[in-house]
T-cell receptor, first 113, second 113 residues
Framework: AQSVTQPDIHITVSEGASLELRCNYSYGATPYLFWYVQSPGQGLQLLLKYFSGDTLVQGIKGFEAEFKRSQSSFNLRKPSVHWSDAAEYFCAVGGQGAQKLVFGQGTRLTINP | DAGITQSPRHKVTETGTPVTLRCHQTENHRYMYWYRQDPGHGLRLIHYSYGVKDTDKGEVSDGYSVSRSKTEDFLLTLESATSSQTSVYFC????????????FGQGTRLTVV
């Protein structure tokens, strides 16, 4: 069975600062990994995804994530955050043989001006 | 944006009444999902479908049933609504269930009083 842990429930950073959101996953076969963002009152939008190949993947809005198999991690990063990045971020895992995505609990990001 | 429509968008209902939420897609995707979102729990899978009349349970399926009689429609029924089912419900669709991302609807806010 798949599972995802996002250790940080809430993170606050200053505008212009760098950001890293943590994600740890568990899956017995090859994982497929995703990061989604949810603005208040909205549905979820895909930021980026990893299936195979280069372990550093680029996404929309200047985000990137790095897959580390040895650490079972898929952390999301951004070099310089903007006030518009304030939202909730979800990591999700699917995989070979899986028919569904399992989501983490989410990390709420607050940006200080 | 993926063509996913959830209806209704908001609903208030009384304890003990049946409630049906509808998800309609225009993308002809094979997989459809119902998730619920609650603070501190992220998104949890209720039920999903991998084809017409083919459905399976997710991690929080008790008290819910689903039906899919057409590719484009996936119905979620709360057989006898309880206050613990007050939540935001999201429908999602996916082409393959594995290597493609899930696209989400805008959500239905359900309040059971």
């Amino acid at each position: 069975a798949q599972s995802v842990t996002q250790p940080d429930i809430h993170i606050t950073v200053s505008e212009g600062a760098s950001l890293e959101l943590r994600c740890n996953y568990s899956y017995g076969a090859t994982p497929y990994l995703f990061w989604y963002v949810q603005s208040p009152g909205q549905g979820l939008q895909l930021l980026l995804k990893y299936f195979s190949g280069d372990t550093l993947v680029q996404g929309i809005k200047g985000f990137e994530a790095e897959f580390k198999r040895s650490q079972s991690s898929f952390n999301l990063r951004k070099p310089s955050v903007h006030w518009s990045d304030a939202a909730e971020y979800f990591c999700a895992v699917g995989g070979q043989g899986a028919q569904k995505l399992v989501f983490g609990q989410g990390t709420r990001l607050t940006i200080n001006p | 944006d993926a063509g996913i429509t959830q209806s209704p968008r908001h609903k208030v209902t009384e304890t003990g009444t049946p409630v049906t939420l509808r998800c309609h897609q225009t993308e002809n995707h094979r997989y459809m999902y119902w998730y619920r979102q609650d603070p501190g729990h992220g998104l949890r899978l209720i039920h999903y479908s991998y084809g017409v009349k083919d459905t399976d349970k997710g991690e929080v399926s008790d008290g819910y049933s689903v039906s899919r009689s057409k590719t484009e429609d996936f119905l979620l029924t709360l057989e006898s609504a309880t206050s613990s089912q007050t939540s935001v419900y999201f429908c999602a669709i996916s082409q393959t269930g594995e290597r493609t991302e899930a696209f989400f609807g805008q959500g239905t806010r359900l309040t059971v009083v």
